[in-house]
Every structure is written in C-alpha cells, then in structure tokens.
T-cell receptor
Framework: EAQVTQNPRYLITVTGKKLTVTCSQN?????MSWYRQDPGLGLRQIYY???????DKGDVPEGYKVSRKEKRNFPLILESPSPNQTSLYFC????????????FGPGTRLTVT | DAKTTQPTSMDCAEGRAANLPCNHS???????VYWYRQIHSQGPQYIIH???NNETNEMASLIITEDRKSSTLILPHATLRDTAVYYC??????????????FGGGTRVLVKP
C-alpha cells in the first residue's frame, strides 16, 4: 500500500531533550516536506527536499533540522525542543512539484513541557 | 498565489451530493486548482485537481468555470465519513513554492444522517 509513515505518532518530552521524528514514504517520491499545524495558523512549512541531499527552508525553519540521505526517508530533528514547538507535525511527499499531488502522513502530536 | 474564498461551513444529507464552491478570481494561467480535505487532525488528504477541464476521479468531480475564476467540488454521494474541512487552494506549477501548501480556513462540511 502506498503510504507515508511517521513515528512516533505521539510524543511528550521535556525542554532541551533532543528528538527525531521519522518520516518514510514507499512511493519513490522525489519531493518531501515537513509542516506544522497550529490552531488559527493553518499549515506552515518547516523544511522541504526536492531530492536526495537537496533540502531547503520553508517558512518556519528555526529550531529544526532535516536530512535527506535516502530518497524514502526525511527525518525531522529538534536539537533542543522548546514549548513553542508543541504542535501537530505532518510529513508529506509527492512525485515532484505541482501538478503532482502531495500525500500526507498521519501526523505526530508533539508536546514539549 | 491566487487567493481563494470558500463558505465557512455547510451541511449535507447523507447519500446526497455535496457541492462545495470556491472562488479564485485572480487565478493565473499556470495555476492549478487543488482540493484537499482534513478529517479532524488526521493528515490532509488529496482529493482532486485541475487546470482548465473538468475532472473526475473515484472520490469526486471538479467543475471549473470557463473563465477559471471559480470551481465546484462535487462529492456525488456524501457519507458520514466525508465530514471534514475541505480546502480549495490554487498552486503555481513547476516550482518548489507551488508545492508549499498553506491551508486557510476551508469549508467545514458536516454530513448528517
């Protein structure tokens, strides 16, 4: 089944403790991205990747890192999480840019205390 | 990117067609109309997209007016599982910026038994 998977789905952590949210797709997609979704702010892009070893900042990259060493994986790294990074995170992938559609993962709900 | 305007909410009877309008009067020639939906904090789901012609897939139909200034998403036989927020967005083709999705308010659709 074609899908985007994220792990973990739920995470509660403390300020400053490094964490990684994994994202994997099995559709051989070139484009992958990370979003965060907060009430009243809609979906905001954190980072995106056009292909292996090619990444770029989205609208809200501060406090996050990404890497794209393999085509299928695009992990999101929070080196020193802070409470303002408490959010719902989505990974997405697509074959390429528009007009290709994007497929989203199920989401990771992160709480930083 | 062209701005879109959608009704805030609408109700639909189960088994009936749901017609969701969207205005995008400033759309330009290389911009596609996309529809996504999000079911309560789940990952957004792609529904359909089009450029000029009407489109149909297993989920829905998309009717785009001849001047491209508005469109209608049609869910032919709404079910309770179609209750979601539906987002109409306009994206420019063949650019990384076009792939950045920024869901705004959308239309909250409630399908009633």
């Amino acid at each position: 089944e074609a899908q985007v998977t994220q792990n973990p789905r739920y995470l509660i952590t403390v300020t400053g403790k490094k964490l990684t949210v994994t994202c994997s797709q099995n559709m051989n997609h070139e484009y992958m991205s990370w979003y965060r979704q907060d009430p009243g702010l809609g979906l905001r892009q954190i980072y995106y990747s056009m292909n292996v070893e090619v990444t770029d900042k989205g609208d809200v990259p501060e406090g996050y890192k990404v890497s794209r060493k393999e085509k299928r994986n695009f992990p999101l790294i929070l080196e020193s999480p802070s409470p303002n990074q408490t959010s719902l995170y989505f990974c997405a992938s697509s074959l390429g840019t528009v007009p290709y559609e994007q497929y989203f993962g199920p989401g990771t709900r992160l709480t930083v205390t | 990117d062209a701005k879109t305007t959608q009704p805030t909410s609408m109700d639909c009877a189960e088994g009936r067609a749901a017609n969701l309008p969207c205005n995008h009067s400033t759309i330009s020639g290389n911009e596609y109309v996309y529809w996504y939906r999000q079911i309560h904090s789940q990952g957004p789901q792609y529904i359909i997209h089009g450029l000029k012609n009407n489109e149909t897939n297993e989920m829905a139909s998309l009717i785009i007016t001849e001047d491209r200034k508005s469109s209608t998403l049609i869910l032919p036989h709404a079910t309770l599982r179609d209750t979601a927020v539906y987002y109409c967005i306009v994206r420019v083709a063949w650019t990384a910026a076009g792939n950045k999705l920024t869901f705004g308010g959308g239309t909250r659709v409630l399908v009633k038994p």
